[in-house]
């Protein structure tokens, strides 16, 4: 059974601060790594995807991957009161792409 | 940009009811996939769609059906409805397999009474 385990929060970051989050997955075969972010009651938005070890940058957000550990994460920079929300790491679950999703980390930053 | 159409957004139905949830993938998108996401859960996979074929299949019961269309819209068909498919039915579309980024439609709110 693939597995996606994030730490569930909350995390509490100042506004302006940096914001880490991080996720670990079962499946040393997986290829493709994803965050999704996910406002209360509304549909997931996919914010990064990467599919090799490093870093990769958009905007405030870097992912990072290390396959070696099955480990990613995501740093938000200059948090903003809009990004608290629930960040979702997924894992391609098989050949065919579906999604594995971990059970979320729910991100507050304080004004 | 267009995205991922899903309708009905609230479908409120009794048990053992049927219902009919429909995906609109975004344009030159050919892959749907359909989760459902139960309250305070993660995104379950239920299965997914390429090239009007089915694809893949995850923790879909045996009253739920699916099927892609020529335009590649997709309908999920659930009968015998029960309380605990109460749920988020999210339709996400994406251009092929291999990157697989994952698009996701506004999702239906179902509820079971």
């Known amino acids: 059974q693939k597995e996606v385990e994030q730490n569930s929060g909350p995390l509490s970051v100042p506004e302006g601060a940096i914001a880490s989050l991080n996720c670990t997955y079962s499946d040393r075969g997986s290829q493709s790594f994803f965050w999704y972010r996910q406002y209360s009651g509304k549909s997931p938005e996919l914010i990064m995807s990467i599919y090799s070890n490093g870093d990769k940058e958009d905007g405030r957000f870097t992912a990072q991957l290390n396959k070696a550990s099955q480990y990613v994460s995501l740093l938000i920079r200059d948090s903003q009161p809009s990004d608290s929300a629930t960040y979702l790491c997924?894992?391609?679950?098989?050949?065919?792409?579906?999604?594995?999703f971990g059970k979320g980390t729910k991100l507050s930053v304080k004004p | 940009a267009a995205g991922v159409i899903q309708s009905p957004r609230h479908l409120i139905k009794e048990k053992r009811e049927t219902a009919t949830l429909k995906c609109y993938p975004i344009p030159r998108h050919d892959t749907v996939y359909w989760y459902q996401q139960g309250p305070g859960q993660d995104p379950q996979f239920l299965i997914s769609?390429?090239?009007?074929?089915?694809?893949d299949k995850g923790s879909i019961p045996d009253r739920f059906s699916a099927q892609q269309f020529s335009d590649y819209h997709s309908e999920l068909n659930m009968s015998s409805l029960e309380l605990g498919d109460s749920a988020l039915y999210f339709c996400?579309?994406?251009?092929?397999?291999?990157?697989?980024?994952?698009?996701f439609g506004p999702g239906t709110r179902l509820t079971v009474l």
């Open positions: 996400a579309s994406s251009p092929g397999t291999d990157l697989n980024e994952q698009f």
């Open positions: 769609f390429y090239e009007k074929m089915q694809s």
């Open positions: 997924a894992v391609d679950g098989g050949s065919q792409g579906n999604l594995i």
